[in-house]
């Protein structure tokens, strides 16, 4: 045993005598700066650039071989554009573990590389012939005429440290004009080996201009990986980014996880959290998400089964100059497919949310969806009314602007939304339920349902957007409502009470709010009790009845309305003008029929009502003796200045028909009287 221990010895011994003798060897002999030539004139006729090696090649032998060389550059194919450059590299090897297959590196050091890759206008790119399959193939049979199948053992390396420092890596599309720039990457690690811990520190700026970014990354983490398993496993995963982005002054984000491991098929993390802070013109935003994750590459599915989405949002037109939001739920991702699962409830702004979403499809997504909301004002978020002339000057052009309904051809979406209590251009409802369907440029609403104003609604709306002029259609019918607060939060009309019924059949198109207002037609309907028309008190007016006659006009009084027990009317409407005939107002006062228009397109009206008065006024501030006759009354001018007209001289003219009318019929029955008694006394 002593004998085999003694000659073992001896042998390594006199294995390191000659690896000791044939290093000394090449470091008397062996110069590579000899070959220099030969190798720039190598890849000028294999690859067609230009090779320089400005600096000496250098060749150490303290603990190892090593290499290192100065400035260097390579040219673009068949051109003396500069591709790629690079200040120095040192690579130092181990040389006894080479005999046994093990690449053993004390240190690798880069500094100042910079490559430039190029997407040109036909397509193909700047290093194509630096990736020839050809070449390649035929390099393979040969070494497989060479080598036959023989299974050759897995060569192991070991790198004490790399250092890689001022890169520079830049890419240009030609095709597009995209630019993408990492610039100033520093790469600093511990040992790489197999199943070792390696700590990795990682720093580099991104600059784009499509979309126009400047990002400065720093990532640090500790990376295990098995070669024989090929698994990895990343500890302390601590990434962060600040910068510019379009519509963000500045932000500031983080990526990180305690644990991510998986192999070349899958992987999973325990959690992965993003953050992100940033700052716009005129708001702030914090945006927390957070989730367990899990991921199969070779399916294309990822799964975030228990993710956490928290908001907050500070500027001086938000509500309360702040707003926040905190969101549960879960998301699933089949790439392959290309669908996306989102399953999230919470609260969301100032509601508590319960959503499901589905997406099928990236290049032209369907999407599906069913929301619950508990309550919502979207009045809040709606830019505050003036009434200032410059705020009536941007009304009228914005009533004038080009509808862009682009996004409606494109779209595909299906599903319901469900609102407990809503607030939205002052209109409030309840329980509202809007279901939608939208393709090809066609959305339909329906149902359009929900309460209001002490009454209800239901019905449909559509918008097709596929046709050269949008066109519009609402079908709506309003039972048992309050009709003044309706008119006034919805349109700012505040001249008529009631409760009752309202029914909306309509068309319209346009490219505009003004034009959609002028082409509307269709019908509507009517149907009040127990309100009032406010502006006008007809038995005050009257008051003045027999005082000069003519026709007395004032302007409308919002202190001042006619009482009424029950309001109809129809319209028929075209061209934006809504036509009535058949007005009929029942009170203990009056007897109102008439007819005229709405016109919708230019906020106006002009319409003669006429007013069969009561026997008598007594008691309603007017003059006993003219019960029974009929008073025009004239509304018109625009909705924000309606006037009213009593016209006396055709209600003094029609009075004297009506009495002439009435002689006529007292001498024809006094006739007939006399006439029949002088018969009675002939046949006696």
Known sequence: MNKF???????????????????????????????KAQVIQLVKDKKQRTLRLDGDIKLTFFSGIGASFGKASLSEFKSEKEFAAIDGVHVSVMLLPLFSRQVVVDEVEISGLKIALVKLKNGKTNIDDLLNEEEGKAESKIEGRAGGKAESAPVKFNIASVRMGKTWLDYRDETSGAHYALKDINLRTGRIADRVPVRIDFTAALQANQPKLDIATQ??????????????????????????????????????????????????????????????????????????????????????????????????????????????????????RQSVQVNLAGGLLQSQVKAKAAVNGFAEPAIRFDVDVDQFDANVYLPKKSESKT?????????????????????????????????????????????????????????????????????????????????????????????????????????????????????????????????????????????????INIAKMLRSFGKGGGSQTQAANKEEKTDFSELKASFKVNNGVAHNNDLSLKSPLLRLSGNGDIDIGNDSINYLAKATLAKT???????????????????????????????????????VKQKIEGRKEEAKTKLQEQLKGGLKGLFR
């Open 5 to 35: 221990i003694k000659y073992g010895l001896l042998g390594v011994g006199g294995a390191g005598v000659l690896a000791a003798a044939g290093v000394a060897f090449i470091a008397v002999t062996f110069n590579p700066n000899d070959y």
């Open 219 to 336: 990532l640090k983490t500790t990376l295990t990986f098995d070669l024989d398993k090929l698994t990895y496993r990343i500890e302390g995963l601590d990434l962060q980014a600040k910068g510019t982005a379009p519509g963000i002054d500045n932000f500031v984000a983080s990526l990180s996880s305690p644990i991510l491991e998986g192999d070349a098929k899958s992987f999973k993390a325990t959690p992965l959290t993003l953050e992100l802070d940033m700052k716009q013109p005129e708001q702030a935003f914090k945006i927390k998400l957070s989730s367990p994750m899990e991921g199969n590459l070779e399916a294309q599915k990822f799964n975030l089964p228990d993710l956490s989405f928290a908001m907050s949002a500070t500027g001086d037109k938000l509500p309360g100059k702040s707003v926040s939001s905190e969101m549960k739920g879960s998301v699933q991702v089949d790439t392959g």
């Open 391 to 535: 705020s009536a000057k941007t009304s009228a052009a914005a009533a004038e602007q080009q509808l862009d309904l682009s996004a409606l051809k494109k779209l595909n979406l299906e599903g319901n939304l469900r609102i407990g209590a809503l607030k939205a251009a002052n209109v409030k409802l309840s329980q509202l339920h809007v279901g939608v369907k939208a393709r090809n440029g066609l959305l339909n609403i329906n149902p359009l349902s929900a309460n209001l104003y002490q009454g209800n609604m239901s019905g449909s709306a559509a918008v097709n957007a596929a046709q050269a002029v949008p066109g519009f259609a609402i079908n709506e019918n309003l039972g048992g409502i309050e009709i003044a607060p309706l008119l006034k939060d919805a349109a700012n009309f505040d001249m008529l009470e009631g409760k009752g019924s309202v029914a909306l059949n309509l068309a319209a198109q346009g490219n505009a709010i003004s034009a959609i207002k002028r082409s509307f037609s269709g019908s509507m309907a009517l149907n009040l009790v127990d309100g009032a028309v406010k502006g």
């Open 617 to 655: 006024l007594e008691g309603q501030g007017g003059k006993d003796g003219i019960g029974g006759i009929t008073v025009p009354v004239r509304l018109s001018g625009p909705f924000a200045g309606l006037k009213y007209t009593l016209d006396f001289d055709a209600m003094v003219s029609g009075t």
